[in-house]
């Protein structure tokens, strides 16, 4: 299996290293190519054409697009994507910084969806041929015509605003500080023994993964009970009522497990859309992520930002897509027979 899941890893590689190449020139160019101005967000409005000229010196701009793309290459090559224009910082601290909120959102947004999609999935099959099916039916189609950052504005009005239940802005309460050890919140207030923090953070991330999670989960439904309303008829499946195996054992013990495949492979491709769907919803809930990086580096018109988050959401969703082959692989005895 080792053998058959580093060929996997080294395709993929192959793969993953010219698309990001790909799109970093695209990104490049078209950035270049627009009418835009990141010098006149530093310019003082007494500022001499002097001064402006230094500036467009230091930051390369007064290169060709050719030229600076291969500088700009050759730093990222040395772990280095340039220096922010607006922020006046560093572009890989900058992402350090922000990345880890995103991938908390991110991965409790899926533990949300993952639960609601496969117990709703299974609930849409179980109740096949009732009256009930159509009522959740219809349920799961509005849920899926709607989209995160309306779930967003729904969740805020209701469990933030009318019923102020829950927080919905920010990591954790402006009055406890963030320990600086991994940028993980989860894990540095298990590190830290903060149990406070902890359940500050866990009310805080609640509302943006659900709003995530809930335009995400339909979808799985919808994929689940289709691949076990395909495995149901299957003879291993006459074979186990033949026995005498209960419905309910049937569905959960043979069924799921096959049908579980193709829905663990949509699992994995939607979850690099709801990692670059958390831009938005990072801006609603004034969540402090790599989304909301962005957005910023898009108004100032800071280039090299825009360029590095970019690339990072690129890598992330390729990474996403390696790793899924790869489970996938682990977890059909077919794939690795063959």
């Not at 802005?169 to 207030?189: C, E, K």
């Not at 193709?262 to 809930?285: A, D, M, N, S």
Request: hydrophobic share 55%; net charge neutral.
């Amino acid at each position: 299996m080792l053998r058959l899941i580093g060929g996997i890893v080294l395709r993929r590689v192959l793969v993953l290293v010219p698309m990001l190449f790909i799109v970093s020139i695209m990104i490049f160019v078209v950035l270049r190519l627009l009418p835009a101005n990141p010098i006149g967000m530093l310019i003082a409005p007494n500022a001499t054409a002097e001064d402006i000229e230094r500036l467009r010196v230091y930051y390369g701009l007064d290169r060709t697009i050719l030229e600076q793309y291969g500088l700009w290459l050759g730093h990222v090559f040395a772990g280095d994507l340039g220096d922010a224009i607006s922020f006046r910082a560093d572009v890989l601290g900058l992402i350090g910084e922000t990345l880890p909120a995103t991938i908390e959102l991110a991965l409790m947004a899926l533990v949300f969806a993952v639960v609601i999609g496969l117990s709703g999935g299974l609930l849409l099959f179980h109740w096949r041929g009732k009256r009930r099916e159509t009522v959740a039916d219809v349920t799961s189609l509005a849920m899926l015509s709607t989209p995160d950052f309306l779930w967003a504005l729904f969740l805020i009005l209701t469990f933030g605003v009318a019923w102020t239940l829950l927080p919905f802005a920010g990591r954790a309460a402006p009055s406890l500080v963030l320990p600086d050890i991994t940028g993980f919140v989860f894990i540095d207030s298990l590190i830290t023994g903060q149990l406070d923090l902890l359940g500050s953070w866990f009310l805080h991330i609640l509302l943006p993964a659900l709003a995530l999670a809930l335009a995400f989960a339909p979808l799985v439904m919808r994929v689940l009970r289709a691949s076990l309303s395909e495995v149901i008829n299957e003879d291993y499946i006459t074979l186990a009522r033949l026995r005498g195996v209960g419905e309910g054992r049937i569905l959960l013990r043979h069924a799921f497990k096959n049908a579980a495949l193709p829905t663990l492979t949509l699992i994995g491709v939607q979850f690099g859309f709801v990692f670059g769907g958390t831009l938005l919803v990072e801006i609603i809930f004034s969540y402090p992520g790599i989304g909301n990086l962005m957005v910023r580096a898009v108004r100032n018109q800071d280039m090299p930002v825009i360029q590095g988050v970019t690339l990072t959401y690129c890598a992330a969703v390729l990474f996403t897509n390696l790793a899924v082959d790869v489970l996938y692989v682990v977890l059909n005895p077919k794939l690795r027979r063959e």
